[in-house]
C-alpha cells in the first residue's frame, strides 16, 4: 500500500487517472460466491497456461451434492457456454474462464490453434509437469462427448503449504482438450483428494457448447 502511495505522489497530474486506475489494483478485492468478474485485458492470460492447483488456505470442499441447482454460462469473450452449479464464482477474461467454489476449481482455456492430439496432449502436460513440481499426469485418452470427440487426461498436483499448519492439498483434475474451426479449448475440472465430484463434473463437461 505504501508504494501505492508513492506511485499517486510521483505522478503527473496528467497521467493522474491511469495512475489512480493502477492504485485500485493495489488494495483487496473480493467477491460473493454468485459474483461473475468479466475482463477484457490482453488475450493471453497466467492462469490458462499454468496446471490447476489447490489453495491450502481455502476452506475445505465437500462433494457437489445432487440436489445442485445448475445454470447455464454464456461466455462471449470465448463463444463457448457450460452448465456450471449456481453460487459458484465466476470470472472471465478475454483467453481463459474460471469457475470456482473454495478447491473446486474449473477453468476453460480457448485460443486459436490445430486440432489437439494424443501426443501434443501428452506434451503438453510433460511441460506443465517441468515447470509444476509434484505434477504428475496418466495417459492420455480419446473419448466422445456430446458436442465431438476430445481427449482426456488426469493428473495430480499439490498445494503450496499452508503456512501456518503446513498441510497441503492434492488436487485431481480431468483435463479434456476439444477443437472446432480452428478453435482449441482446454477444460480443466480440478477436485481436492477425497471429494466426489464426478457426475456433476460429467455434467458440465458434457454441456460445453460452441458458439
Given at each position: 500500500?505504501?508504494?501505492?502511495?508513492?506511485?499517486?505522489?510521483?505522478?503527473?497530474?496528467?497521467l493522474?487517472?491511469?495512475?489512480?486506475?493502477?492504485?485500485?489494483?493495489?488494495?483487496?478485492?473480493?467477491?460473493?460466491?454468485?459474483?461473475?468478474?468479466?475482463?477484457?485485458?490482453?488475450?493471453?492470460?497466467p492462469?490458462?497456461g499454468?496446471?490447476?492447483?489447490?489453495?491450502?488456505?481455502s476452506?475445505?470442499?465437500?462433494d457437489?451434492?445432487d440436489?445442485?441447482?445448475?445454470l447455464?454460462?454464456?461466455a462471449?469473450q470465448?463463444r463457448?457456454?457450460?452448465?456450471?452449479?449456481e453460487?459458484?464464482?465466476?470470472k472471465?477474461?478475454?483467453?481463459a474462464?474460471t469457475?470456482k467454489?473454495k478447491?473446486?476449481?474449473?477453468?476453460?482455456a480457448?485460443?486459436r490453434?490445430?486440432?489437439?492430439?494424443?501426443?501434443?496432449?501428452?506434451?503438453?502436460?510433460?511441460?506443465?509437469?517441468?515447470?509444476t513440481?509434484?505434477?504428475?499426469a496418466?495417459?492420455?485418452?480419446?473419448?466422445?462427448?456430446?458436442?465431438?470427440?476430445a481427449?482426456?487426461?488426469?493428473?495430480t498436483?499439490?498445494?503450496?503449504p499452508?503456512p501456518?499448519?503446513?498441510?497441503?492439498?492434492?488436487?485431481t483434475?480431468?483435463?479434456?482438450?476439444?477443437?472446432?474451426?480452428?478453435?482449441?479449448?482446454?477444460?480443466?475440472?480440478?477436485?481436492?483428494v477425497?471429494?466426489?465430484n464426478?457426475?456433476?463434473y460429467?455434467?458440465?463437461?458434457?454441456?460445453?457448447t460452441?458458439?
Open positions: 500500500m505504501a508504494l501505492c502511495g508513492r506511485m499517486l505522489r510521483r505522478t503527473p497530474r496528467l493522474l487517472l491511469p495512475a489512480v486506475i493502477v492504485a485500485g489494483g493495489c488494495g483487496s478485492a473480493s467477491t460473493t460466491p454468485s459474483s461473475r468478474t468479466v475482463s477484457t485485458a490482453g488475450t493471453s492470460t492462469e490458462s499454468a496446471a490447476l492447483a489447490a489453495d491450502a488456505r476452506a475445505a470442499t465437500g457437489i451434492p440436489s445442485q441447482n445448475f447455464t454460462l454464456n462471449p470465448l463457448i457456454s457450460i452448465l456450471y452449479p453460487g459458484w464464482t465466476v472471465e477474461s478475454a483467453a474462464l469457475i467454489e478447491n473446486n476449481l474449473v477453468r476453460i480457448v485460443s490453434g490445430p486440432t489437439p492430439t494424443a501426443a501434443s496432449t501428452q506434451a503438453q502436460l510433460a511441460a506443465l509437469g517441468r515447470s513440481p509434484g505434477l504428475t496418466g495417459p492420455v485418452k480419446p473419448i466422445s462427448l456430446k458436442n465431438g470427440p481427449f482426456k487426461v488426469t493428473y498436483t499439490r498445494s503450496a499452508n501456518v499448519t503446513g498441510k497441503q492439498v492434492t488436487l483434475v480431468d483435463r479434456y482438450a476439444l477443437a472446432h474451426s480452428g478453435r482449441v479449448a482446454t477444460v480443466d475440472l480440478g477436485t481436492p477425497g471429494v466426489d464426478v457426475d456433476a460429467k455434467r458440465m463437461i458434457e454441456s460445453f460452441w458458439r
